[in-house]
Structures are given as C-alpha cells and as structure tokens.
C-alpha cells in the first residue's frame, strides 16, 4: 500500500465547478498534512495546511479525519487559473520528511 | 531574497559520468531537503538535512551524496550516472520542521527544478 495515494486524475471540469480531492494515508503517526499545487513543469507550492478542525481559504476547504486517515481538498466556484496538478502531502514527524502523494490533475475548461 | 536558487536548469549526462547539483538559499533555513519528480509522480525524498555538518538518508538516497559545509548550500552529487536516474530534482529548504501537538510544520519553499536526462 502507497504511503500516500490520491485520486488518480484527470479531473476535467467547466469553469464554475465545484470539485473534491481525495486523499488516503497509510501512517498512523502522521503529524502534519498540506495540499500543495505544482503548475506544469514548475516547483510545487504549498496552497494549504490541514488542520484537525477543517480550514478554509477563500474557495478552498481542506478537510482531515484522522480515524480514517482521509484527507480532502475541495475547491469551489472553480477557475481557469486553478488548473494544476494538486499535491497531497503529509510529514510522518520530526526532520521534515514529507511523503508525497502521485497528485491529482485538475484541468479547468471555458 | 532569492529564495532557493538550483543550478543548472538542465543537463544531459552520458552513463558513468558525473555532476553536481547546486542548490543554494537565503532565507536562512536550517532545514534543506533534495527531492526527485519521475514523470506522473510524486516526489520522492532522496537526502536531508538539519542544518550544516549534517545530513540523513531519505527515501531513495542510493546513487547519490550530499554535503552541507554551510547553512546556505546543500549539493547534490551523483557520481556514475545511470539512465534510471533521468528526473527532475527539486531542492527545497524549510526554517524548522518541529511539529507540536499536531500544528503546522514550517512550509517548505522549493526552487525551480533541475531536469536531468541520462542517455
């Protein structure tokens, strides 16, 4: 079992969309969790930690449940700009190791 | 402030040669990490460290060594290139990754990225 899997994509959705990613993970120590999204070919950029309570940030709400080890990203009102492949990642602890999930493609058309 | 600066951009190594990749910051983080993107996947940890003088395996740490003489620098070197080593390497650097209760771990700021093709 990966450390880390998502939703495997594409996700093609129209503008105005409302999508949700999932995300499972395996380690039950798991301390700390964060989407992040990469454009194509560039770095990955943290869009948001996730934290036990549920956060939001204008369109995004991520959300963790920690019994079932399931994390999710969810994105309203979708946008052209939001196309990208989005991250999940986790970090099982001191010394920053962070466990990549594969990512989730979003492409977001007129 | 640059933030995390790689060098080069892109190389292509012959089998059995070698380079080093440099990654430099300057936000002063004491916690720099080199990761490896296959194409359609996540990154993988290959080094770390702590801060200078020390350094720790990752996930896929093999084929590869780190150094870390300075709080600024942390190369990569990869010493008989092997086609299975054709990726994308992204440095990234982070000021401390103590988590407490549960709370946020300081984000980690990547640079742009080396792609390097073995052939």
């Known amino acids: 079992r990966k450390e880390v899997e998502q939703d495997p994509g594409p996700f093609n959705v129209p503008e105005g969309a409302t999508v949700a990613f999932n995300c499972t993970y395996s380690?039950?120590?798991?301390?700390?969790f964060f989407w992040y999204r990469q454009d194509c070919r560039k770095e990955p950029k943290l869009l948001m930690s996730?934290?036990?309570s549920g956060n939001e940030d204008g369109r995004f709400t991520a959300q963790l449940n920690r019994a079932s080890q399931y994390i999710s990203l969810l994105i309203r009102d979708s946008k052209l700009s939001d196309s990208a492949t989005y991250l999940c990642?986790?970090?099982?602890?001191?010394?920053?190791?962070?466990?990549f999930g594969q990512g989730t493609e979003l492409s977001v058309k007129p | 402030n640059a933030g995390v600066t790689q060098t080069p951009k892109f190389r292509i190594l012959k089998i059995g040669q070698s380079m080093t990749l440099q990654c430099t910051q300057d936000?002063?983080?004491?916690?720099m990490y080199w990761y490896r993107q296959d194409p359609g996947m996540g990154l993988k940890l290959i080094y770390y460290?702590?801060?200078?003088?020390?350094?720790d395996k990752g996930e896929v740490p093999n084929g590869y060594n780190v150094s870390r003489s300075t709080t600024e620098d942390f190369p990569l070197r990869l010493e008989l290139a092997a086609p299975s080593q054709t990726s994308v390497y992204f440095c990234a650097s982070s000021y401390d990754s103590f988590v407490t209760g549960g709370g946020r771990t300081d984000t980690q700021y990547f640079g742009p990225g080396t792609r390097l093709t073995v052939l």
């Open positions: 996730v934290y036990s």
């Open positions: 936000m002063n983080h004491n916690y």
């Open positions: 380690n039950s120590a798991s301390q700390s």
């Open positions: 990642v986790v970090n099982i602890g001191r010394g920053g190791k962070l466990i």
């Open positions: 460290s702590v801060g200078a003088g020390i350094t």
